[in-house]
């Protein structure tokens, strides 16, 4: 009996200083570092406004806030502990009034966000540096934005190499212009392209060109939490595919099998497009044709998944005239995008199609010189791509508003391909 009393006064003197030992350790001092990803707040801002967070990469980040759009005017803030708040999760509903101005949903979601931090704040070293107090009137604060949501990119280039037998001489030029809410997507791009080279051999001598032009533009309507709608025109002209001019005025609708608020964790995108191609070709076809009117319809289906490791996207395409269901075309695309460091990110991506309906090409065929220098499409039945490489995007890590209807482009990179 008196080994069995020593026995539990030791266990009683000694379980504090166990439990002790198994205190998990302070947050660190600082700032809390969020990870938020939203369909509604202007990202660039939303760290302006909040004194207690900085933004942060998934990896480093204490805490995860996902905002979310419900059916109707609601949305839902999900936060997500980590790290030394593992577990700790919480969800806010935010309705927002019907008729609501997009200012006034931004300041009601980011207000979510302030109340839900601060259940970090008072478990964190700035617990001590936060005052509390009750306004009595909230007023919406509309974020001031002098370019209207619009984003322009423009680019000139120029390249010319060459020796006592060679010369070559190139010029590029982009420009493009982008408007990205959560109820509408506009994109315009104009770009051209034009390569001249020059062979000397002896007294031969050997000149080519080529030229290539377009225009694209497409704008697309939010309906609900998983349907939308947009039209595009593209105006094309290239040497290459044997095209004067091309216009082709298309409409398409787009369902989400998942809605769209959660479109920065998973999509599965079904899109149909029917459009109308007007074409004027520089030479005749092997069909006989110097220009011609053509329907045609496609149905696409994108796959993405964003984990905390990284990325997955695929797409599966189809499209075919209806003057001859036999001029189609079968496409498959696939990425897988790993995270290796903040910013760092290894990528392997491929695809290839089966190809039936290359109505252009030229009946006079290709000269030697012609398709060395990939100056003329040539008839095939499938192509192919394989693609393994790094990719490190750096900058700020606050980006636009997202908006992934029809798809959507990714960050600003300086990629190493093999």
Not at 214 to 228: N, P, Q
Request: aromatic fraction near 10%.
């Amino acid at each position: 009996m008196t080994l069995k009393r020593l026995a539990l006064a030791a266990a009683v003197l000694w379980s504090p200083l166990v439990l002790a030992g198994q205190e998990s350790p302070a947050p660190p001092a600082g700032p809390l570092r969020v990870h938020l990803e939203s369909s509604v707040l202007k990202l660039g801002d939303w760290a302006k406004m909040i004194a207690f967070a900085v933004p942060s990469d998934p990896v480093a980040s204490q805490v995860a806030v996902a905002v979310e759009r419900k059916e109707g005017a609601a949305w839902v803030v999900r936060f997500t502990g980590r790290g030394e708040f593992e577990g700790q999760n919480d969800v806010f509903s935010c309705p927002a009034a019907a008729g609501g101005s997009e200012a006034e949903a931004q300041a009601a979601v980011l207000q979510a966000v302030k109340l839900g931090l601060m259940r970090y704040v008072s478990k964190s070293p700035l617990s001590g540096r936060v005052s509390i107090s009750l306004l009595d009137q909230v007023k919406p604060t509309a974020v001031a934005d002098p370019w209207n949501f619009w984003v322009f990119s423009l680019g000139v280039n120029s390249f010319l190499n060459g020796d006592k037998t060679y010369k070559r001489q190139s010029w590029m030029g982009n420009f493009s212009a982008g408007r990205v809410t959560p109820d509408w997507k506009v994109r315009l791009s104009l770009n051209g392209h034009s390569n001249r080279d020059e062979f000397s051999f002896g007294d031969y001598v050997y000149k080519s060109t080529a030229h290539s032009a377009g225009f694209s533009g497409m704008a697309v309507k939010s309906l609900t939490d998983h349907w939308s709608v947009g039209g595009s025109v593209t105006v094309n002209s290239t040497t290459r595919q044997n095209v004067r001019l091309s216009l082709n005025p298309s409409a398409a609708v787009e369902y989400d099998i998942f809605p769209y608020s959660e479109s920065t964790k998973r999509q599965l995108r079904i899109l149909y497009r029917v459009g109308l191609t007007n074409v004027r070709y520089r030479e005749e076809t092997i069909f006989d044709k110097t220009r011609e009117t053509l329907w045609s319809e496609s149905l696409s289906a994108t796959l993405e998944l964003k984990k905390p490791w990284g990325t997955i996207s695929a797409t599966l395409r189809g499209q075919h005239y209806f003057h001859d269901l036999s001029k189609n075309q079968l496409e498959v695309n696939g990425e897988i995008s790993f995270r290796v460091f903040r910013g760092l990110n290894f990528n392997i991506d491929g695809g290839g199609s089966r190809v039936h309906d290359q109505l252009y090409l030229a009946k006079r065929g290709a000269t030697l010189e012609e398709v060395l220098l990939q100056r003329r499409q040539l008839a095939t039945t499938y192509e192919y791509f394989f693609s393994v490489g790094f990719s490190f995007s750096f900058g700020s890590i606050s980006s636009n508003i997202v908006n992934p209807r029809f798809g959507t482009g990714g960050p600003t990179s300086i990629s190493i391909r093999m």
